[in-house]
């Protein structure tokens, strides 16, 4: 999950979209998925990458595509990153960054005060074990 894989249609209804990378229930073969996006993957999907191959696939479970939508929504609000680091790092620093869980403080970089919102953006962005389902967010 990325912005550029969000869609908001004429009638406000946003729509996921691009699912090249996307995994079945199966492990047929697919590219190894390796983080997609530098600026979005989950603290534990940005560990992986730094702690395995080029050629490794990891699998993202429904708790870091969570994850991903809450740093998806960060970015398209405030315009940054949630990650500390600078655009020159190399992949490997921003990477590090996400997986130690050096993000910015949403309340910091937030462009105005909209504590709904907020408190959707940081569950997503929570440690893995607190963060909602896909269902607890619908119902949000």
């Given at each position: 999950m990325?912005?550029?894989?969000?869609?908001?249609?004429?009638?406000?209804?946003?729509?996921?979209?691009?699912?090249?990378?996307?995994?079945?229930?199966?492990?047929?073969?697919?590219?190894?998925?390796?983080?997609?996006?530098?600026?979005t993957p989950a603290s534990e999907i940005a560990a992986a990458v730094l702690d395995t191959g080029p050629d490794v696939h990891i699998p993202a479970r429904p708790a870091a595509d969570i994850w991903s939508l809450g740093a998806?929504?960060?970015?398209?609000?405030?315009?940054?990153?949630?990650?500390?680091?600078?655009?020159?790092?190399?992949?490997?620093?921003?990477?590090?960054?996400?997986?130690?869980?050096?993000l910015h403080a949403l309340h910091d970089v937030r462009p105005w005060p909209f504590p709904a919102l907020e408190e959707l953006i940081n569950a997503c962005m929570a440690p893995v074990s607190d963060r909602p389902t896909a269902e607890e967010i619908a119902t949000w």
């Open positions: 990325q912005p550029t894989n969000t869609l908001v249609t004429d009638d406000g209804v946003s729509e996921i979209i691009d699912y090249a990378l996307a995994c079945g229930p199966d492990d047929g073969r697919r590219l190894p998925y390796r983080g997609a996006l530098t600026h998806s929504l960060f970015w398209c609000w405030t315009a940054r990153r949630p990650g500390v680091y600078e655009d020159g790092d190399d992949r490997r620093e921003k990477l590090r960054a996400l997986a130690d869980r050096r």
